[in-house]
């Protein structure tokens, strides 16, 4: 049995969905990029690729661990309130071209869907899944590069004022849809249409003449620039795919490093490009609606998805440290928060100091004192990450570097 109260060196998964940027994460561990997308960075105890707990050999699982001393490697109050779970996933996220149009299921879809599959006899892994367990996935994005994306949908004015003038009958069915009934349902609407034209053999021109006119626009002069280069950029990404078209109907965003987004479940979604840090409940259930060749799951997405129209939700961030050099994001979720430090010779800045904490250091180096401070210090140069249980108590950074520490609020 490892100890219960000290840092526990992480080695984490590497994901390389085909999406992935090809340095970033690389650079982060101190690897060699070798031409493999390297999309996400797992660090947690999410069943289907957990962390482990000894970087030199085959190691403990994260999961297996956690279940053995709920208690001490929680905390009650986590423990009481989640079960003997961790209750996030970090990961850090790095994305050369987009990721589908998305959606994560709410709490009660999350389990029924997942008994539902169960019964059906799917095995784990199986790509005839939506639902790969029973848990909601919010989940908030800090930007490290600048970061764009797709979150949340345009009022109905402003999309068919988007999609006015383009041609194609897809396009002429989504506008039919919004304009028979300007409330959520009427974009509930437009979205089936688009989301079933997958079905459709002959669908693929119609949407590339849509795709067309909006190349047209654009080399017009068109007064949506940003809208419109989105769809073609999609279009050449995903030949064919109504998800370049679904686009128009959906707020387009950009993050500055240090700026946040929050996706509560059943917000429509899809990152763009760019490097960040997310956290999420800890959960792989994700219910896609385009930009991919992976399955959609209309009926289940359709069930999921909220089609009210909102603006991306942008967390702001509470500062602390001599120079505000502390930011710590939080989500209206209990699941999970975030901090991001960056710690400077001279001051020691304090880390949240109970609960379940995984500690990345993303560049330089630091150390990070526990309790009292009367066992050794632990180094993290640039890549590492710790497990830091409960019973270990509070935390202290000092030295030269960046910092991320996901907590449990």
Known sequence: ??????????????????????????????????????????????????????????????????????????????????????????????????????????????????????????????????????????????????FEGLAGLRGTRAALTLLDGLGGKLVDDVVAALRADRSAAGMRAAFDVLIRARQDAGCRSDIEHTVDSVRERLAGGSPFERADRTVVDLADQHPGDPGAVASLLMNRFTLEPGEALFTPAGELHAYLSGVGTEIMASSDNVLRAGLTSKLVDAGALMECASFAARPPVLPDFATSGSRGQVQTY????????????????????????????????????????????????????HGDSVFVPDAAGALTLTGAGHVVCAWVP
């Open 1 to 146: 049995m490892q100890a219960t109260d000290v840092p526990l060196r992480l080695r984490n998964t590497v994901q390389t969905y085909d999406w992935g940027a090809y340095d970033a994460i690389p650079r982060l561990l101190g690897d060699e990029p070798d031409g493999t997308p390297r999309a996400e960075l797992w660090l947690g105890a999410h069943p289907s690729a957990p962390s482990r707990t000894d970087p030199a050999g085959d190691g403990t699982t994260l999961h297996s661990l956690i279940r053995s001393a709920p208690d001490a490697m929680l905390g009650k109050r986590v423990a009481d309130e989640f079960g003997p779970r961790l209750p996030y996933l970090l990961k850090v996220l790095a994305a050369r071209r987009a990721l589908s149009l998305q959606v994560h299921p709410k709490p009660h879809t999350a389990r029924e869907g997942f008994n539902r599959e169960n019964r059906l006899g799917l095995p784990a892994g199986s790509a005839k899944r939506s639902f790969h367990d029973d848990q909601h996935k919010p989940e908030m994005l800090v930007a490290l590069t600048q």
């Open 330 to 381: 939080r989500a209206p979720v209990a699941e999970f928060a975030l901090t991001l430090a960056d710690v400077d010779p001279g001051e020691d800045l304090e880390l949240p100091d109970d609960g379940p904490r995984i500690v990345l250091c993303l560049d330089g180096e630091v150390a990070l004192s526990c309790g009292d401070g009367s066992r050794p210090a632990t180094s993290l140069a």
